[in-house]
């Protein structure tokens, strides 16, 4: 793929729209949040960090689990013909808190991310999807966690 090279003046959003009306005008459907992908993950957005698509599985993991073991879960998920599934960022997190309702499947009110806080990692930054502030979990306590790739 071609890659297009920005001029000065032109905002990162500007030249997401141009990308957009191009790929629309070749009759290429950009996905929206909460689109099924041929996989079966779902789109939830734009990463924030890398500014790429960010893909979710279509439901929580199974259980509440701690900091810990989230990590394991997501480090060892094989799912959707992927393992490259990890928890998700801070503002990732914002990004599926945002979409929740167009991804659909959300069924905790408070969410890991992989950021951690505190001496040694005593904790770690989560999402409050009851409010949509973001929090400081501890990492001992249990909590919902949705991966990302």
């Known amino acids: 793929m071609k890659k297009i090279r920005l001029h000065k003046g032109v905002s990162h959003d500007e030249a997401t729209a141009i990308a957009k009306q191009t790929l629309t005008s070749r009759g290429v ?3 929206e949040p909460g689109d ?3 996989d079966g993950t779902k789109f939830a957005g734009i990463s924030p960090e890398t500014r790429k698509p960010l ?3 279509p439901a ?3 259980q509440l689990m701690s900091l810990r073991d989230a990590e394991s879960y997501a480090q060892t998920l094989e799912d959707h013909g992927h393992k490259d599934w990890r928890l998700p960022s ?6 599926l808190y945002d979409n929740r309702a167009a991804i659909g499947g959300f069924e905790g009110t408070d969410y890991w991310s992989s ?8 904790g770690a930054w989560g999402h409050d999807f009851a409010n949509g502030e973001p929090k400081r979990y501890l990492n001992l ?4 966690l949705r991966c990302v790739r």
Do not use: F, N, R
Not at 90 to 95: P, R, S
Not at 115 to 122: E, H, I, V
Not at 141 to 144: A, G, H, L, V
């Open 29 to 31: 459907k950009q996905p």
């Open 36 to 38: 099924a992908m041929p």
């Open 55 to 57: 893909y979710t599985t």
């Open 60 to 62: 929580d993991a199974p």
């Open 90 to 95: 801070q503002a990732e997190l914002q990004v």
């Open 115 to 122: 950021g951690t806080w505190g001496k040694a990692g005593l």
């Open 141 to 144: 306590k249990t909590y919902s």
